[in-house]
C-alpha cells in the first residue's frame, strides 16, 4: 500500500465557466510511504522493516482544450515524482512519471467517446555491491472508452 502525504500550491492559468477549458499545475512536497506486510518477505530484507518513506517533490497538470465548437477535446492530466533521498541502501528510486494524453469527441452533454494514451514509469534499479539492477516499470496503453 502506498500513502502520499504532500501539499504545495497550484495555480490555473485559465478557466472557463463551464469546466471544458483549463490548465492547472501544482507543485507539492511532502513523502511517499510504503507499507507491506508478512507476504513480501524479500522487501523487509531490504528495508529492514514493513514500511519505507520517500520525501518527494511532485509536479501534477491538468490541461483541457476544446477544438471545433467544443465537439472534439484535447486533454492531458498526470504527473512527475522525484524522490529526494532513500529509504534503503539497495532499492534506490529515481523518478516515477504518471500520466495521459489524448482526444474527447463530446457526443452530447452526457455522453463521449475516447481515445487516449497512458504511461506509467518507475524509474529504479537494485544495487548489490557495486552492480546495478535495473527495476524500471514501463506501461504505455492505448484506451478506447
Given at each position: 500500500m502506498q500513502l502520499d502525504y504532500l501539499t504545495?500550491?497550484?495555480?490555473?492559468?485559465?478557466?472557463d465557466d463551464k469546466g471544458k477549458e483549463r490548465l492547472e499545475l501544482i507543485a507539492q512536497g511532502g513523502v511517499s510511504n510504503l507499507n507491506w506486510n508478512d507476504e513480501a518477505p524479500v522487501?523487509?530484507?531490504?528495508?529492514e522493516g514493513y514500511q519505507a518513506d520517500y520525501p518527494v517533490a511532485r509536479l501534477q497538470w491538468d490541461y483541457r482544450q476544446p477544438?471545433?465548437?467544443?465537439?472534439?477535446?484535447?486533454?492531458s492530466e498526470g504527473s512527475?515524482?522525484?524522490?529526494?533521498?532513500?529509504?534503503?541502501?539497495?532499492?534506490?528510486?529515481?523518478?516515477?512519471?504518471d500520466g495521459s494524453v489524448g482526444l474527447r469527441y463530446y457526443l452530447n452533454d452526457h455522453l463521449r467517446l475516447g481515445f487516449f494514451q497512458e504511461l506509467e514509469w518507475d524509474d529504479a534499479w537494485l544495487r548489490v555491491s557495486s552492480d546495478?539492477?535495473?527495476?524500471?516499470?514501463?506501461?504505455?496503453?492505448?484506451?478506447?472508452?
Amino acid at each position: 500500500m502506498q500513502l502520499d502525504y504532500l501539499t504545495g500550491p497550484g495555480y490555473r492559468f485559465w478557466y472557463d465557466d463551464k469546466g471544458k477549458e483549463r490548465l492547472e499545475l501544482i507543485a507539492q512536497g511532502g513523502v511517499s510511504n510504503l507499507n507491506w506486510n508478512d507476504e513480501a518477505p524479500v522487501l523487509v530484507m531490504f528495508y529492514e522493516g514493513y514500511q519505507a518513506d520517500y520525501p518527494v517533490a511532485r509536479l501534477q497538470w491538468d490541461y483541457r482544450q476544446p477544438l471545433f465548437d467544443g465537439k472534439l477535446e484535447l486533454f492531458s492530466e498526470g504527473s512527475y515524482q522525484k524522490y529526494l533521498d532513500q529509504a534503503s541502501s539497495y532499492i534506490y528510486i529515481n523518478q516515477s512519471i504518471d500520466g495521459s494524453v489524448g482526444l474527447r469527441y463530446y457526443l452530447n452533454d452526457h455522453l463521449r467517446l475516447g481515445f487516449f494514451q497512458e504511461l506509467e514509469w518507475d524509474d529504479a534499479w537494485l544495487r548489490v555491491s557495486s552492480d546495478k539492477y535495473p527495476l524500471n516499470e514501463k506501461e504505455w496503453r492505448q484506451k478506447i472508452s
